[in-house]
């Protein structure tokens, strides 16, 4: 058995076993395919992650839900949301060209709850644009939220919906239908693609999606990450300490055992929040065919979220290596975040 008891004669210690024993709970095993516990036990084994985009199912949906109607959607005291203002602010730019089109269909992956998306929406339905609305999401309760926000605002706009794990897998083509006349705009928002492990497959999964007239959009933070002064904010703040809480609690290790801790990671050129193992741990994954242990020693920490800036040729060379061009960008007033528009590249 994995339990193991000190060998160290003071008496205090004697009965402390050396090793815990972790054992995710039946929810884990609920919320997550078999798939993806392969993917999370895999990203733990070989890079000590539990990628973020995990974090979103089950409670995480909840999770990401309260802390966007809490610290992103515009209030009273705070009248700008950066990502509401960069669709506002090109929306003439995307508009005008898609001139040609008679209509477009709305592609949001990592949809989130669709607030971002509801003034853009708004104008180009107003111009009688839209054909249909598509929110593709890794989390299923988060296209129930998505589902219900549409509906209620946009009776009459089809919507459709899909899970898809947008670094594993392209846009399902039989979803981006529509007379030969429309253009699929695709959005990736919320600086979504700056949170990926494998930003590279993600935009090549978006170029190989796309066709002739098809925008890409997406938004992200810039800057030289390994300058990041340490102050926590935002979703390194508020969101990782919620997928803090509920990581420990799923995966089940003890709150005096661990603590969080955000950090300039050099490996990955990103800013984390990792959770630090105080105690030697076992985590027993067992489910009906899976059946691993995992060993993560004290001192040891575990990623669970991660922000990777962009360096604007850093960017230029990413979006180029996918087989995408670029055709717009705009920054907002202190050049902290940047919202992008590709085509595809010619060749
Ligand atoms: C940072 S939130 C942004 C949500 C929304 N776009 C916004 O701007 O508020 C990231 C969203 O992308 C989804 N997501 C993360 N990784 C994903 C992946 N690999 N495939 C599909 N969706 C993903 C999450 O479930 C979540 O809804």
Redesign the pocket.
């Known amino acids: 058995m994995a339990t193991n008891f000190h060998s160290n004669s003071q008496s205090s210690d004697i009965s402390t076993p050396i090793t815990r024993i972790a054992k995710p709970n039946s929810e884990f095993y609920s919320i997550f395919s078999e798939q993806e516990v392969l993917g999370i036990i895999n990203a733990l084994e070989v890079r000590r992650e539990i990628p973020?985009?995990y974090s979103?199912k089950g409670r995480g949906a909840k999770i990401?839900d309260n802390f966007?109607l809490k610290y992103?959607i515009p209030k009273w005291y705070r009248t700008a949301s950066v990502?509401i203002d960069f669709l506002s602010n090109n929306f003439e730019y995307i508009n005008g060209n898609i001139q040609n089109c008679e209509k477009v269909n709305i592609i949001?992956?990592?949809?989130?709850?669709s607030?971002?998306v509801k003034k853009f929406i708004y104008r180009l339905h107003q111009l009688q644009k839209i054909n249909k609305y598509i929110a593709?999401?890794?989390?299923e309760e988060?296209l129930n939220v998505s589902r219900k926000n549409f509906s209620k605002w946009f009776p009459l706009i089809e919507y459709k919906s899909q899970t898809?794990?947008?670094?594993n897998s392209c846009i399902p083509q039989d979803l981006l239908n529509g007379k030969n006349n429309t253009a699929n705009i695709i959005l990736h928002?919320?600086?979504?693609i700056g949170?990926?492990h494998h930003r590279n497959r993600v935009l090549k999964n978006f170029r190989d999606s796309m066709k002739k007239n098809d925008f890409l959009v997406f938004t992200n933070e810039t800057g030289s990450n390994s300058k990041w002064d340490g102050s926590v904010r935002g979703?390194c703040k508020y969101h990782a300490e919620e997928i803090y809480g509920w990581i420990k609690n799923k995966i089940g290790i003890r709150s005096e055992d661990c603590e969080l801790v955000r950090k300039y990671d050099l490996e990955t050129d990103s800013v984390v929040a990792n959770l630090k193992l105080h105690h030697n741990y076992t985590i027993n994954f067992c489910s009906q065919r899976i059946n691993k242990n995992l060993e993560i020693f004290k001192g040891e920490e575990i990623t669970i979220w991660r922000h990777h800036k962009y360096e604007i040729p850093e960017l230029l060379q990413e979006i180029e290596q996918a087989g995408l061009k670029l055709v717009h960008y705009s920054t907002d007033k202190y050049l902290s975040r940047i919202i992008v528009i590709c085509e595809i590249a010619d060749n």
């Not at 949001?108 to 709850?113: A, K, P, Q, R």
């Not at 593709?136 to 989390?139: A, F, G, M, P």
């Open positions: 973020l985009k979103y990401w966007y992103i990502e949001d992956v990592g949809s989130g709850n607030y971002p593709l999401d890794i989390s988060l898809i794990d947008i670094e928002l919320g600086v979504t949170n990926h979703g």
